[in-house]
């Protein structure tokens, strides 16, 4: 490298006063000494005209501040719409894949596609680089996103890189040249000796952070170049040895400062104040912005937050000098290292920081600010206290998001966890949100075995062991019924001295929840409502939220359908609006409980993709919301037309320990249904005989009026439908309006009409509040119509409800004929070995198969799909070779049989 002329370079002084004009506020604002990096800027104006590009770049290789210079000073060439087309965003594990969606595509965005920044996006969660990935893969061209990264990111490469979609910057680009080397080092040592910049250039071979450390360093001496030629002599460039160095040239005002925001990467100017307890923090942190690499000026907070979590607000302690309360500052990755080490290595500065910021912690508890409050206590090396504080507030930082926090914690501080007990039911749930079921047993296993004698008698730890014994019960390790008799104790107060602040809404939805799965539904929907309201009041949103679903689900099983659909969507928009985290189990939840209150509701369903789409995540131990996925799943195959594929989902041995009475009559009630599809009279005795054995009588008449109908015996089959309709006590499915709406198709076929109306009647009046019309679709095969008769009722009674199911059921024939041309019979089946293996048919023998199901003839078919009847007996014969039948009858059994149609 040659030595740079003994004049100083000529800096870009003014790019402060320049930098303002065409960028949008959220961009990091360039230092008062900056460099253009022009080299950079070329290569970013090139890449960025593909889909992605990835910078990346080691901790203090200047990715930030060049992508900043590049966007405020390199793109003047661009127009004013242009350069505001840019949205900028800091990588955190809160930017999930919805809230990346919201900026690529935001509402009523022109044709022009947004520029997206990413800054150190190796911080983004595993979910959001999926979605990237796959967008990149389907969606290109909806795509302009730059991701900054200090390392290489999982996405596939090679494909969108061959096809122009895809482009790395990395190495010899983020090196500065020797003229900016002299440039910044000149400005930070404030010397002009030629001699000075060419060590320092050759010992940092062009790595930013390190060159401005160096100069740094070397300008806190009065002989410069001795100090330059010491630094010559190291045997290594250390980045960490010289941050400490200028550390250590600071003024000790600030020293405290960055000592007191150690593990904020980014505050606010009224937060340093807050917590260095110094009224012009504000002028502190603008004094090390000058230098572009100790702090970082980001402009004014942004409102609302793209990722929905906020800088918590502080009381002012006094004026701030310096510029906006609000203005963000980052602290550079290098010197956060430093003052973590040196926080480590303790002192009377850190000392002096410790007590500072524990007067701000006591500040932040009583505000109600427990999640700002635990992070500082860690990054200050506090671990009593932060213990103490998860003691205390461990619910509150759970429900904000704080999970990694805590899991650090647990893994770094073991001793400290180890001697308090009441930080082990917080890292329980922490691992139990998480689906870490093993984990958690572990904390509650030691919560129940270890807990000194004296923490028995308070009422905290009366309310976590009763959540510790429901969820261990819920797993089969315990009685869940003995369970959830201690935790309707403890709610009621009559064990310790009454339910705590603090784990109360935890408990209400706990007990809730397992009240569900137990039948106990009234019980349930006390608690729920209980631990909805609480959460709302305590400012615990992502637990109301969690609460609200289950709530929601309650209300379907209670045949609430249309108050179950509106709590979903009141759920689901809660999340989207954002919360501090996702709460994917819950919106999983209130999605199925969409799902299912859809399929009941006019107007029907058409398609699968008439319904949301859900997550498909379910804790392990949600038994109930395990059990109806599964229904769910049934239904959705039965809309499907696949009447087998359903009866194969249902007859799965069950997943869940020992399912509750109810729940395994709604299996049975479904199973049966399902088998009156396939003709199966004997199957229908066998379930109404054990629904009498389980002690639900009036579901087993249900059935047995579906068997009597299967047998061609109208009144018997009434008879038992009318017991039904006064026996039964499932809201779900809804059994009374489907006895009611059987029983009057009967009836009306046996020539009793005023009796069927007066019963349709009753079945309207019973449907309207729940908006559930599945009673309506016909599920007898001797009864008339149920459209014949809803609109002899229109006429008798106009009603805006039985207008909705006139026009629902008009044209739609019964279950029975929708579904039977598609559903092998009991005798099909047997017509069938076990051991056939499952055809491969073409598109055209597939259109021809479902022709003859139903019932065409060759010249109907040949006409449906424009082809010659030869053509059409040629599809048939290669049908029947593969089906290995030679008649039509043995080709639909084995059709129906192996779900072919």
């Known amino acids: 490298m040659t030595s740079p002329t003994t004049a100083r370079p000529k800096s870009n002084g003014k790019a402060g006063e320049l930098l303002e004009q065409g960028a949008p506020p959220d961009v990091p604002r360039l230092p008062r000494v900056y460099v253009p990096r022009t080299q950079l800027w070329q290569r970013l104006d090139q890449a960025t005209d593909s889909p992605l590009t990835l910078l ?149 071979e062009g790595w930013c952070g390190a060159t401005v450390l160096a100069a740094r360093a070397v300008g806190n001496f009065s002989d410069r170049l001795a100090a330059a030629r010491q630094f010559e002599t190291q045997d290594l460039v250390a980045a960490d040895r010289v941050a400490s160095e200028v550390f250590a040239a600071l003024q000790p005002r600030e020293r405290h400062l960055l000592l007191c925001v150690a593990g904020n990467d980014v505050v606010t100017a009224e937060t340093a104040a807050h917590l260095s307890h110094d009224s012009g923090a504000g002028q502190v942190l603008s004094g090390l912005e000058t230098t572009g690499l100790l702090v970082t000026h980001l402009g004014p907070s942004p409102s609302p937050p793209v990722t929905g979590r906020a800088e ?38 850190v000392d002096r920081a410790k007590s500072t910021v524990l007067r701000a912690v006591r500040l932040d508890v009583a505000r109600g600010e427990a999640q700002p409050a635990f992070r500082r206590l860690v990054a200050l090396n506090l671990p009593e206290q932060a213990a103490a504080l998860i003691a205390s507030d461990g619910h509150t930082l759970l429900v904000h998001g704080d999970h990694a926090a805590l899991r650090g914690f647990a893994r770094r501080f073991r001793q400290t966890v180890d001697a308090n007990p009441g930080v082990w039911f917080c890292l329980a749930l922490e691992r139990w949100f998480d689906c870490d079921i093993e984990g958690a047993i572990s904390w509650m296993d030691r919560l129940l075995r270890d807990l000194p004698d004296e923490a028995r008698t308070s009422s905290e730890f009366d309310a976590q062991i009763a959540c510790v014994r429901m969820m261990r019960g819920r797993l089969g390790l315990e009685s869940l019924e003995a369970a959830v008799d201690l935790a309707e104790e403890v709610v009621s107060g009559e064990v310790g001295q009454g339910p705590p602040r603090l784990a109360l809404p935890h408990l209400l939805q706990e007990l809730g929840l397992n009240q569900i799965w137990l039948g106990r539904l009234e019980a349930a929907e006390a608690s729920l409502t209980d631990a909805v309201r609480l959460s709302q009041a ?82 392990p131990s949600d038994l109930t919301v395990k059990f109806w996925t599964r229904l769910r799943d049934v239904r959705l195959s039965l809309m499907d037309g696949a009447v087998m594929a359903a009866e194969r989902i249902i007859q799965e041995p069950v997943e869940t320990p ?138 008798e009674s106009p009603d805006p409800w039985v207008d909705q199911l006139v026009e629902a059921t008009r044209g739609v024939p019964g279950m029975s004929e929708v579904l039977g041309p598609w559903t092998a019979t009991v005798e099909e089946r047997q017509v069938v070995p076990e051991t056939v293996v499952r055809p491969v048919l073409s598109p055209r023998e597939r259109d021809v198969l479902r022709g003859l199901a139903r019932g065409a003839t060759y010249a109907d078919i040949a006409a449906a799909l424009y082809l010659s009847e030869n053509t059409v007996k040629t599809h048939v014969s290669s049908l029947y070779a593969k089906l290995g039948v030679r008649r039509r009858s043995d080709a639909l059994a084995v059709a129906r049989t192996l779900d072919l149609l």
Request: hydrophobic share 40%; charged share 25%.
């Open 56 to 204: 990346v770049g080691p901790m203090g290789s200047g990715k930030t501040l060049g992508v900043s210079g590049w966007l405020r000073l390199g793109r003047r060439h661009l127009d004013q719409d242009e350069r505001d087309a840019v949205v900028w965003l800091h990588g955190e594990q809160a930017l999930g894949p919805q809230d990346l969606r919201r900026v690529l595509d935001p509402p009523g965005r022109g044709r022009a596609t947004p520029l997206v920044i990413v800054d150190d996006a190796h911080l983004l969660p595993a979910a959001t680089l999926r979605y990237v990935d796959t967008r990149l893969d389907q969606e290109p061209e909806s795509l302009r996103l730059l991701l900054v990264s200090r390392w290489d990111l999982p996405i596939t490469r090679l494909g969108p890189e061959l096809l122009g979609h895809f482009t790395v910057l990395r190495g010899e680009i983020l090196r500065l040249t020797e003229r900016e080397s002299a440039v910044l080092v000149a400005e930070h040592s404030r010397s002009d000796s030629a001699e000075v910049a060419r060590i320092i250039m050759d010992r940092t």
């Open 312 to 349: 918590p607000s502080h009381q002012r302690d006094g004026d701030l000098a310096g510029g906006d309360p609000g203005d963000r500052y980052r602290i550079h990755p290098l010197m956060a290292e430093v003052v973590r080490r040196r926080i480590l290595a303790g002192g009377v500065d």
């Open 538 to 619: 305590w400012n615990m949103s992502v637990h109301a939220t969690t609460a609200m679903s289950h709530l929601a689900m309650l209300f379907f099983l209670q045949g609430k359908e249309s108050q179950s659909l509106r709590l979903a969507t009141l759920a689901l928009e809660g999340i989207e609006r954002g919360l501090p985290w996702r709460p994917v189990l819950a919106e999983h939840r209130a999605l199925l409980v969409s799902q299912l209150a859809r399929f009941t509701s006019l107007p029907f369903p058409r398609t699968i993709e008439d319904l949301p789409h859900t997550t498909e995540q379910v804790h």
């Open 658 to 795: 020992n399912p509750p009475s109810y729940l395994r009559a709604v299996l049975h009630v479904e199973r049966g249904f399902l088998t009156a599809l396939t003709g199966d009279q004997h199957g229908l005795l066998g379930m109404a005989t054990a629904l009498d054995d389980l002690g639900w009588p009036g579901e087993g008449e249900l059935l047995r009026g579906l068997g009597a109908d299967l047998g061609g015996d109208r009144r018997l089959a009434a008879q038992h439908f009318a017991n039904a309709a006064a026996g039964v006590r499932l809201a779900q499915p809804p059994c009374r309006a489907l006895a009611l709406v059987c029983e009057a198709q009967l009836r009306d076929a046996l020539g009793e009409g005023a009796a069927a109306m007066d019963l349709l009647r009753t079945a309207v009046v019973v449907t309207e509040v729940r908006g559930n019309a599945v009673p309506f679709l016909g599920w007898t095969r001797q009864g008339t119509s149920t459209h014949v008769l809803l609109e002899r009722l229109q006429r």
